[in-house]
């Protein structure tokens, strides 16, 4: 695990006096106490320890007992104003926010697996006198196996379509959606409101409720380090990723007419003859978008569960300019083999086949997120063969967040 950005800790009111657990306690002026239990001055104590005015308390039990790495360190003082607060740990220091007024520090981030904390706070009591306080704990020690780990698409830096989804996938499951989803945050400028979609306790989604405006800067923020997935699976790391979007590239594909329009930022800047499915292989209509690019890809029939030695049967190693628009095996790409066909006839076994130079040319400009439009045929796309997100209406979509 990595240290955490902010955990929004902040937001929790802090009244440590509340708590029966809280280690609590006045301390003599000028030194730490390392004895939760000696922290109170017997009623017979020296003339300098009762002139002590003011408590410092965390919400640390007694007793060293080990804490969850969810677990939120809050300091408060009573009859006194904290001056420092600091966690120091050999995974870190915990940074954390000290309120105005001096009435309580909250950490900002969760803590670190298998570590020993030290928590030093210094605060001035009523009469002016300083009250210091140690604490120690360790913290739960976790294996791999209790960690979920964090991929996201975009990649950082990346430039995308405006269809292009976030995507989060999670190693191990997320039973806990909804704690999840609290931490993960997408800012986009200009901003634009949109959704997390739950396909699975694995993966979600984020997807505005039009596409990205060209230009658009976006921010990914899965601040899930130390956060409780249930079942005794936790966060493992945070990840932010910033990303941009590009050119609004929208291509309409019409199989019915065997023609591909291509727009750039509303601008038509070629109209392409294509084939698409044949039948028996009907390509899908729908919304896709493009998820991955090759220039040049082996296309094997097995693969998508055509048996070799088959009629239909083919492995062609040398396909050109390929782009990938579902998960099931369709593509766009270069098909010198059907140029006799395109415009006028549906020969492929789903993909979409133009001719090398089309191809090339259609290649030069996507990038992953650009976005393909199909009509013409009765098979529909999937919501979750390939980036289908946009194959939902907003409102429906937005009902698969955990929060909703």
């Known amino acids: ?66 804490q969850p790495v969810d677990k939120v360190v809050k300091v408060s003082a009573k009859d006194a104003r904290l001056t420092s607060v600091t966690v120091t740990s050999e995974a870190g220091d915990l940074p954390g926010t000290l309120a105005r007024n001096g009435s309580r520090w909250t950490a900002d981030e969760l803590l670190e697996p298998g570590a020993s904390y030290t928590v030093r706070a210094v605060a001035e009591g009523a009469n002016g006198e300083t009250i210091r306080r140690t604490t120690q704990f360790a913290t739960q020690a976790l294996t791999l196996d209790d960690q979920t780990y964090p991929s996201v698409a975009p990649l950082g830096g990346e430039t995308v379509g405006v269809g292009m989804p976030v995507v989060v996938t999670f190693d191990l499951p997320v039973s806990d959606r909804a704690a999840f989803e609290k931490r993960m945050e997408v800012t986009a400028t200009p901003a634009q409101p949109g959704a997390w979609h739950w396909l699975n306790d694995n993966e979600v989604h984020y997807r505005p409720a039009k596409y990205w405006k060209p230009g658009t800067e976006v ?51 070629r109209t392409i003859p294509i084939t698409t499915g044949k039948p028996g292989f009907t390509t899908r209509s729908g919304t896709k978008v493009i998820i991955e690019k090759f220039e040049s890809k082996r296309m094997n029939s097995e693969t998508v569960g055509i048996p070799a030695g088959s009629a239909e049967a083919y492995d062609i190693d040398n396909v050109q300019w390929a782009m990938r628009v579902t998960y099931s095996g369709e593509f766009i790409h270069a098909a010198p083999w059907s140029v006799g066909s395109q415009g006028n006839a549906n020969v492929s076994h789903g993909c979409t086949g133009l001719s090398t130079e089309d191809a090339a040319w259609l290649y030069a400009m996507t990038r992953r997120g650009d ?34």
């Open 1 to 66: 695990m990595i240290s955490r950005r902010s955990a929004g800790a902040s937001a929790l009111a802090l009244s440590c006096f509340a708590f029966a657990a809280c280690d609590a306690g006045v301390a003599l002026p000028g030194a730490f106490s390392d004895d939760p239990s000696s922290d109170a001055p017997s009623a017979g104590g020296s003339p300098s320890e009762a002139a002590v005015v003011g408590v410092i308390a965390t919400n640390i039990p007694r007793g060293g007992d080990v």
């Open 371 to 404: 976005v393909v439009e199909y009509t013409g045929t009765d098979r529909p796309m999937t919501f979750d063969n390939g980036y289908g997100d946009w194959n939902m209406s907003f409102n429906d979509y937005r009902k698969g967040s955990a929060l909703s």
């Open 219 to 269: 921010s990914v923020d899965v601040d899930i380090n130390g956060v409780d997935a249930g079942n005794g699976i936790y966060g493992q790391e945070d990840r932010v990723v910033d990303f941009e979007v590009g050119d609004a590239n929208v291509y309409k594909v019409d199989a019915a007419s065997y023609q591909m329009e291509v727009f750039s930022n509303g601008e038509l800047l």
